[in-house]
């Protein structure tokens, strides 16, 4: 017998019953469960990561859907657990979901949600702060400001990296990657190299707008290559950030010999996921080469770092907070909860995952589809016409 779990109760006499296994930004998102007849049960446990033990007790005897984080392992037990208790959705609070095994839920029925559309921008405002943080060791500057060390001016403190004229290099050109490469390039205008097996049109096109636009003004016009390979993005550019997938061709995608490729000077980002990067590979590099730095977001075996990673100077390292904005989360919350209720109602599901501003209105009734179901074509789920 699974131990139970301390629990908060929206809506006890709700026909259908929805678990959170952890509270979530906002009211909103409860609200739209709640008016569509949903006893919605929130995990109130202290404990930063449920157990798939703890997971089990929450879902008990019958539940028609669950609404849960990437750091939970949703596999085969908890798969054949929902469908037991006649669950016919679960949704991850995240846009990734390699926490999920699909092929677990497809063989139980069971629809998997994510939130893409929400967290573009985000994101990438986050990779564009550990860029500029790392570029002007703004933390370094810090730390050193608050243990009382400055005691004035001094030509050499603190000397980083100037940005504007730079090469700005981006792995995986998609929607955060080419939202981070018009910051930087729009901001500090910067000349971009990106590397995609898909060309990044719309990014192109922007780039050599704003060019024009500077040379019209009387100033250095920004460039943009493609390049062919991921390696000529790391020798040339002066700044990376990576915006891969994580599958069997991006794990240790920067390692040892990658990092050898770099600039010495150069700076790495990272707001993908974390075994995209050798994190010890890393910190050798980090530890031969002071003035090379890092800022991640991620890491590989999340929540831990390697060893000796706090201890570098030259490394930023902040706790999975590319997505923490009030918006965005609060946002990521309402679509998770849509795409369980979507999939209790019999809502077919939203053509566009990425355009999501329809179900983020909250002046006006969402939808009746489920915004991302990522196995919906498995499973056989009608596409709405909407």
């Not at 202290?46 to 849960?68: M, N, P, R, Y």
């Not at 729009?186 to 096109?205: P, S, W």
């Not at 010999?257 to 990272?270: D, Q, Y």
């Amino acid at each position: 017998m699974a131990k139970p779990v301390a629990i908060e109760v929206w809506n006890p006499n709700g026909k259908y019953r929805v678990v959170s296994t952890k509270p979530m930004p906002g009211t909103r998102w409860i609200n739209l469960l709640i008016e569509q007849d949903c006893r919605v049960e929130i995990c109130t446990q202290k404990k930063t990561i449920l157990s798939v033990e703890d997971i089990l007790a929450l879902i008990g005897d019958k539940c028609d859907g669950v609404i849960g984080q990437l750091t939970e392992d949703w596999g085969e037990t908890l798969f054949s657990a929902l469908s037991r208790a006649g669950g016919k959705a679960f949704s991850n609070m995240a846009v990734g979901y390699n926490n999920v095994d699909v092929n677990a839920a497809n063989k139980y029925g069971v629809a998997v949600g994510n939130t893409p559309g929400v967290l573009t921008e985000t994101t990438a405002e986050l990779a564009a702060s550990l860029s500029v943080a790392a570029a002007r060791r703004i933390v370094e500057a810090d730390e050193f400001m608050r243990a009382g060390l400055y005691d004035g001016w001094l030509p050499h403190l603190f000397v980083g990296n100037l940005l504007k004229g730079q090469t700005v290099g981006v792995i995986g050109a998609g929607r955060i990657g080419s939202a981070y490469a018009r910051m930087m390039v729009e901001g500090f205008k910067m000349n971009l190299i990106y590397y995609d097996i898909y060309q990044a049109t719309r990014l192109e096109k922007f780039v050599t707008a704003y060019g024009q636009f500077l040379k019209a003004n009387g100033e250095q016009p920004v460039t943009w290559k493609r390049a062919s390979s991921m390696d000529e993005v790391l020798r040339e550019a002066d700044l990376i950030s990576l915006h891969p997938v994580l599958d069997k061709t991006t794990y240790h995608l920067i390692n040892k010999e990658s990092l050898a490729t770099m600039k010495k000077e150069a700076i790495l980002v990272n707001c993908s996921r974390g075994p995209v990067i050798d994190e010890v590979a890393l910190v050798e590099h980090l530890r031969e080469n002071p003035m090379f730095r890092v800022g991640l977001d991620v890491f590989e075996d999340e929540p831990y770092m390697k060893p000796g990673l706090a201890e570098m100077k030259n490394a930023i390292v902040v706790p999975h907070i590319a997505s923490a904005s009030k918006w965005t989360r609060e946002g990521m919350a309402t679509l998770a909860a849509l795409n369980v209720l979507g999939k209790i109602k019999g809502y077919p599901i939203w053509s566009d995952p990425n355009r999501v501003e329809p179900f983020l209105n909250e002046k006006a009734l969402p939808p009746a589809a489920s915004p991302s179901i990522v196995n919906a074509k498995a499973l056989g789920l009608p596409v709405s016409k909407l």
